[in-house]
C-alpha cells in the first residue's frame, strides 16, 4: 500500500462497509487491505489516530487524506464501531464523551476492533 502525501498518524481505522480493520503501521503484523477487502467499492473510508478522514482507493492501493468528507465527530465513530462490531465483541459505550479527547477515542476503538480481529 502506498501513502499520498504521507502516511497516516497510526492506528488507522478502516470501514469496509461490513467490518472495521486497524492497520498499526507495522507491516509485518497488519493486514494486506487489497486481499482483504472485496473491492466492491472503489474507495474505502478511514479515520487515523487524530481524527482525520482518509479514502483507501482499492483500484491504485493508495491510502490518502479524503478531501470529499470532514472530519468525524466522536459520536459518529462511536456509532461506527457499536454498528460494526461483532456481536461477541465488547460495544465502545464511554460515560461522557464530551470529557473524552477524539485522539483517546481512536485509541480505545482501534485496540477493540485489533482484538476482535485476532479472535
Known sequence: MYFFPEPPVFPLILNS??????????????????ETLSGSESRYLAVDGIGQ???????????????L?????????????????DSSSEEYNPTSLSNKRLISIVADIADLVLAANLK
Open 69 to 85: 468528507k470532514h472530519m468525524s465527530t466522536k459520536r459518529e465513530l462511536v456509532d461506527l464501531y457499536n454498528s460494526r462490531r
Open 17 to 34: 462497509g461490513e467490518k472495521l480493520y486497524c492497520l498499526t503501521g507495522d507491516s509485518e503484523s497488519d493486514i494486506d487491505l487489497h
Open 53 to 67: 478522514l482518509y479514502c483507501y482507493l482499492y483500484e491504485e492501493g493508495i491510502m490518502c487524506p479524503d478531501p
